[in-house]
Structures are given as structure tokens and as C-alpha cells.
């Protein structure tokens, strides 16, 4: 029975929507290398307001506004030097009629509204400054111009105040949230708990021992660990025989371990086709779906995982993730669509008829190079850079034709 690509997502969501659901939470430190591109489980409140305190936006004086308001560049002000405000210091308290000289970051002192630039002073340049506890403040700024009340002044809590939203339940943490969630004092946080899979190739002829006639390595494995690794998945892999009793076992076994098994191989229309053989009696779907390439596929509902069935060949196994596992996966983690860009066909391209394709192509001087079909060509799946979609119905692109592109292997 074929079956059309959005059918088989629609059944692949449903199959996967509860599993996904079901993840529960755990607590990571804000430090953790963990926590990059997790998502959190619960909305994340600031402890701290962002700034903390209010503070300078630039080196130069604080002062009070008040006692600058009558100077010209024919009459400046000339106010003795308080105690220096350096970042991290305590607070200071700054006297009438006096400047403070302070630093980028370094808290207002009290009693100061605006800061003056050291550069727009008369000197340009600090005198020789001391700090509070340190000795005693000698020499005096000069100014020419009035400074108004708040200028270069980041108020305390300006970007966010305490105790509100930092993230919202299911916000991705980038690194710039990361941020965020660290300034305004939240060191843990609840995220979702990774997804668990299984990898599971399958086949007699999978062996590391190249001398063996008949045998190839198990490219599969490698790849798709490597793939899982973008979408924050907790990853395993097995190699299991043809044989459908010992791999029943063997995916019984795992059903307790993961949240979901995916099998790669073996649901194709010939005699030894293993997964097909194992999971038909447990409620297993087969089909094939109206794509090439990657037309077989499989599912099934396990009582403690699902189950999804991709075809062996490296091509189809990996189009086969990107088409159906990656959309949900992408959902899942909050993540970005992939970016998509139209080019101009270098050649002409066909396509059958009844058949969604996707091809892999490459992309150079601002034309796209379609690429072999094959489900074979690891080496051309490598130094693919785009995918390019042609859906059921159309048979024939021409060179110059402009077609979308979705980038790949970046």
C-alpha cells in the first residue's frame, strides 16, 4: 500500500506526540556545558534585576546635575574631586558642590544624577585618583558645559526587574538567554529531560572486517549519532542480526531503556527482511510512502517506546530523518526551520511523475547542481549542501528554472 509523505508525518507525529509529552524535568546549573540548547519545562522568574544596581554607562564624573547647570566654555565649573566610584566597589556618597570620578559599571554614588564623559571635561584626562578607605581626594575637574539629570546612567532593573518573566516554558536556552538567565541571578533551571534513542542497524552484512567478502562497515550508526547530536538526544547504538527472534528480544530489552528505537534496515519487500518480520505480529505499520528516496517505512507502538522504521541504505536512511523525525524534533527543541534560498537549475532535472523526490544538490557560482538520485552515494550525501524538494506531479525542471533549496551538512 503507498502512502503519501504527509500522511506518514501525520502518523509519525501521532506516534510521537505522546512520547514527547511524557519527558520530564530535570535541574541543570546555569555553568553546566549541559544546558546549551535545552529546553525549559517551566516559565523562569529573575531573582535579580537586570542591571542589579544602577551604574555608569561610560568612564568619566558623577555629579549632580544642580551644580553644573550654570556652566559655558567662558565660565566653567570647577568642583573638587570626591572618592573614585571603580566597578565593584561599595556604594559611595557623593558631597554637594564635589565630582566623583567613576568607572563603566561602577555604582552610582549616592546623591549623583548624571555623568560627564571624562574626554568632555577641560582636561580630557584623570587626575590622580583615590578611592574610598585608600587615602584622600585631592585636585579638582573642570567642565564648560551643563550635564543633564540620567545622562549616562543605566538605571537599576532598566532591562528587566525582579521577579519577572525571564523564559516562558519551552524557551530554547541560547547562549544569550543563558545570559540573561545568569544576570538576573538564576543559576538552576528546570529543562526537559533529553530524549532517549536507540539506534538499532540491522543486517548480516555489517561487519568491520573489510576482508570478509560480502561485508560492509555500518556507516549508518555514525551518521546518525552525529545527526541526533544537533537536537539534544541521548544516544545509543546496536547492531542486530536477521534473525527475528533475537532481535524481538533484543527491542524488548531496549523498550525499557529508551523513549524511542529506531531501526534502520529491514522493512523492505524481500525474503529476509528482519524488522519487518519481528514487529508485524506486535501491531508493527509497513508501507510505502510516495517518495524516492527512502520509499519503504515502518512504524510501531511498543508498551514502553515507539518505534520508527527507516530503510537501510545510508542515503535513504538519513533523508528518511530529515523528512520525518527532524520537523518534529526541531518542534520539540524550539529550534529554527532550516534556511531555505531560491537558485537557478545549472541542468535539467527529472523527476518521476507519482513520486515526491528529493535530491541532494550542490550549490556553486549561485547555480544549484542537482545530484545523483541514488540511495547509495554516501560520497555524493557528503558534499551535499543543499536538499532540494520536487513534489508529486511534476516530471521536468529546465536549466535556468528557479527552485528552492533547504541548506544541509552545515
Not at 561485508?215 to 538526544?233: C, H, K, T
Not at 510516495?290 to 537501510?312: K, S
Not at 544538490?361 to 554516501?378: F, K, N, Q, T
Request: a negative charge; proline letters at 8%.
Amino acid at each position: 500500500m503507498t502512502c503519501t509523505l504527509e500522511k506518514h508525518r501525520a502518523e509519525l507525529e501521532a506516534l510521537l506526540s505522546p512520547v514527547f509529552s511524557s519527558l520530564t524535568s530535570e535541574v541543570l546549573s546555569t555553568d553546566s556545558h549541559e544546558v546549551l540548547d535545552r529546553v525549559l519545562s517551566e516559565d523562569v522568574y529573575a531573582l535579580l534585576p537586570i542591571p542589579a544596581f544602577t551604574n555608569s554607562q561610560m568612564d568619566g564624573y558623577a555629579a549632580r546635575s544642580s551644580d553644573l547647570a550654570q556652566a559655558t566654555a567662558g565660565s566653567p565649573v570647577t568642583l573638587p574631586l570626591g572618592f573614585t566610584a571603580a566597578a565593584g566597589d561599595p556604594q559611595i556618597s557623593l558631597a554637594a558642590g564635589t565630582v566623583s570620578p567613576v568607572m563603566t559599571g561602577a555604582m552610582i554614588p549616592d546623591g549623583a544624577d548624571t555623568v560627564i564623559p571624562v574626554e568632555e571635561s577641560a582636561a580630557g584626562r584623570f587626575p590622580e585618583l583615590v578611592r574610598a578607605n585608600q587615602g584622600t581626594p585631592t585636585g579638582h575637574a573642570e567642565f564648560t558645559a551643563p550635564s543633564e539629570p540620567g545622562r549616562f546612567i543605566r538605571p537599576a532593573g532598566v532591562d528587566l526587574e525582579a521577579g519577572a518573566l525571564v523564559a516562558k516554558a519551552g524557551t530554547r536556552l541560547t547562549p544569550t538567554m543563558i545570559a540573561a538567565l545568569v544576570s538576573s541571578g538564576v543559576r538552576e533551571v528546570p529543562v526537559r529531560r533529553a530524549l532517549k534513542v536507540a539506534v538499532c542497524t540491522t543486517g548480516d552484512e555489517l561487519s568491520d572486517d573489510h576482508r570478509t567478502q560480502g561485508q560492509i562497515p555500518d556507516s549508518n550508526s555514525p551518521m546518525l549519532v552525529a545527526w541526533f547530536s544537533r537536537y539534544q538526544v541521548q544516544v545509543r547504538t546496536l547492531q542486530l542480526p536477521d534473525d527475528p527472534q533475537r532481535f524481538a528480544l533484543a527491542i524488548d530489552a531496549l523498550q525499557e531503556q529508551v523513549d524511542l528505537i529506531l531501526t534502520v534496515g529491514g522493512i523492505s519487500a524481500g525474503a529476509y527482511e528482519v524488522v519487518r518480520q519481528a514487529l508485524s505480529p506486535l501491531g508493527g505499520t509497513f508501507h510505502h510512502v510516495a517518495i524516492q528516496p527512502g520509499g519503504p517505512q515502518g512504524f510501531a507502538q511498543l508498551p514502553q517506546a515507539a518505534v520508527l522504521c527507516f530503510p537501510g541504505n545510508p542515503v535513504s536512511a538519513l533523508l528518511s530523518a530529515e523528512l520525518f523525525l527532524a520537523p518534529l524534533l526541531r518542534k520539540l527543541n524550539a529550534l529554527p526551520e532550516p534556511l531555505s534560498q531560491q537558485y537557478s537549475l545549472a541542468a535539467d532535472v527529472t523527476s518521476p511523475e507519482h513520486k515526491h523526490q528529493v535530491r541532494r544538490a550542490v550549490i556553486r557560482d549561485g547555480l544549484v547542481e542537482i545530484l545523483d538520485p541514488g540511495s547509495h552515494l554516501v560520497h555524493d550525501l557528503a558534499r551535499a549542501d543543499a536538499l532540494v524538494h520536487i513534489p508529486v506531479g511534476v516530471s521536468q525542471l529546465s536549466t535556468g528554472q528557479q527552485i528552492e533549496t533547504w541548506s544541509m551538512n552545515v
